[in-house]
């Protein structure tokens, strides 16, 4: 089963501590277990270790995703589409064109309920994105990128 398909992350997942690691973890085990049928993208870049979901192994249909930043350490949970969801409590950070996501200090203060919604909504939207059906593929674990080169920690 892909949600126990760790191994290549844990091994990017290293570098940072064991309490980042943990909540990374946590938050991935959020994600699987309300959309287990979707793919797990992972990108182990210069400057953060990420993974998403999506449901074809695209990027661009990509509905959310983890990211451990590699000088900060700070994890961000995020909306590829950030900006095409509603936030009616204003949680997300970001201005930008796409991207929105909230900073995750520790498991207690994640507001599990209110990112359900908002989960399903970038889903349905993810979803939408997808013109031909036939790239819908079903509960992978892809890594997408490794970079050779990692940005080091301050």
């Not at 938050?27 to 793919?39: E, H, S, T």
Request: proline residues 5%; glycine residues 6%.
């Amino acid at each position: 089963m892909p949600k126990e398909t760790i191994k290549d992350l844990t091994k990017f997942l290293k570098p940072f501590s064991p309490e980042k690691q943990e909540i990374a973890l946590w938050l991935r085990d959020f994600v699987w277990d309300l959309y287990p049928k979707c793919n797990e993208l992972i990108y182990d870049n210069y400057n953060a270790l990420a993974f998403g979901w999506s449901p074809t192994d695209r990027v661009g249909h990509t509905f959310c995703n983890i990211a451990v930043g590699r000088t900060s350490g700070n994890i961000h949970f995020g909306f590829y589409w950030g900006s095409e969801i509603a936030d009616p409590e204003k949680k997300l950070i970001g201005e930008g064109n796409q991207y929105r996501y909230m900073l995750v200090e520790n498991k207690k203060d994640f507001p599990k309920t209110y990112i359900k919604k908002l989960l399903k909504e970038a889903y349905a939207n993810s979803l939408a994105k997808v013109k031909d059906k036939k790239q819908i593929m079903h509960g992978l674990t892809i890594t997408k990128s490794i970079s050779g080169k990692k940005r080091e920690k301050k």
